[in-house]
């Protein structure tokens, strides 16, 4: 197993999506009225949540000439256009899936060893703030769940001990099974904030459905995109021999494709923690 480090802290930036229920790392807004109200904007047809400061300064330089039109004797005149709505933020937790080609290959023990440091060196940090982490191999014919999303370090421990490698490459399947693990997440929860470490160099050979592997891993990767799922893809191929798939999958996935020669632990979850915060 890849050496442990002290993680740093995955301090996300303020996203654009809407949750409903708080978590302990990240930001997010929420359209529930507890959170740190950071800014107000126009209530339109959602009159909630009012943020009163905001609609004062808003009616404040017309209240000359509403004053004279008025019909009533109103210290403040206020129109419903005046009216502000509260923006807030809540913290949530991140879901990070390794999805990790463990096929035939010279890398293949060297590959598994910095995913599992990288996931131990996660987990040390997670545990304390509800992000969980969680790992699917894939191998021969078929992708199997090792790791379900936790935050249970000796859980991990447990099931990452003894991983086997080589055979065929199922990539179809590793990204379906993916597909179907973040999804669930976060029609379980919300406010999860999903992302997919896949680590492959794209050539999948296996197919589930009868149709070209490839093709097939292409179609599986576009429904990641339709559901805006956040993934990164490690490029595993040797610089000399890359034929593009990866980068090519990346793209069907709407993620970035990186390559990473030398693969260790501290790189590979500084290369998370760099897109995280992009």
């Known amino acids: ?14 996203d ?20 740190r109200y950071i800014k107000a904007r126009p209530a339109g047809d959602r009159p909630e949540d009012i943020a009163f400061d905001a609609t004062l300064r808003a009616a404040a330089p017309y209240q000359n000439q509403r004053h004279a039109e008025a019909v009533n004797d109103l210290a403040l005149q206020l129109r419903k256009s005046d009216l502000q709505r509260k923006v807030r933020v809540r913290r949530t937790g991140n879901l990070i899936l390794f999805v990790v080609d463990a096929s035939w ?38 992708a199997r769940l090792v790791l379900p999303p936790t935050s249970s370090v000796e859980l991990a421990q447990r099931a990452l001990q003894d991983l086997p490698v080589g055979g ?5 399947g590793g990204l379906f099974l993916a597909w179907q693990v973040l999804d669930t997440a976060r029609r379980r929860d919300g406010e999860i904030r ?8 794209g050539a999948g050979n296996v197919s589930m459905t009868g149709m070209p592997a490839q093709e ?34 990346a793209d069907a996935l709407g993620g970035i494709c ?19 915060d992009a």
Do not use: C, W
């Not at 599992?116 to 078929?142: E, H, M, N, P, T």
């Not at 999903?194 to 160099?201: E, K, N, Q």
């Not at 990473?260 to 897109?275: G, I, N, S, Y």
């Open 258 to 276: 990186y390559n990473v020669p030398d693969l260790r632990a501290d790189t590979l979850l500084l290369t998370v923690k760099r897109e995280i």
């Open 1 to 14: 197993m890849g050496e442990t480090f002290e993680a740093k802290r995955l301090d996300t930036p303020l």
């Open 16 to 35: 654009k999506m809407t949750r409903e229920r708080a978590g302990k790392r990240s930001y997010t807004r929420t359209d529930r009225k507890r959170g």
């Open 105 to 142: 290959s010279m890398a293949a023990s060297e590959r598994m060893e910095a995913t599992k440091g990288a996931i131990f060196s996660l987990l040390v940090d997670a545990y304390q703030r509800r992000d969980q982490v969680g790992l699917i191999v894939f191998q021969r014919d078929k």
């Open 194 to 201: 999903p992302l997919m470490i896949l680590l492959t160099d």
């Open 216 to 249: 097939e891993a292409g179609r599986i990767a576009d429904l990641f995109q339709q559901a805006h799922l956040k993934s990164i893809v490690i490029n595993m191929e040797h610089a000399a021999f890359d034929r593009g798939l990866a980068q090519k999958l």
């Open 168 to 172: 065929k490459t199922p990539l179809s």
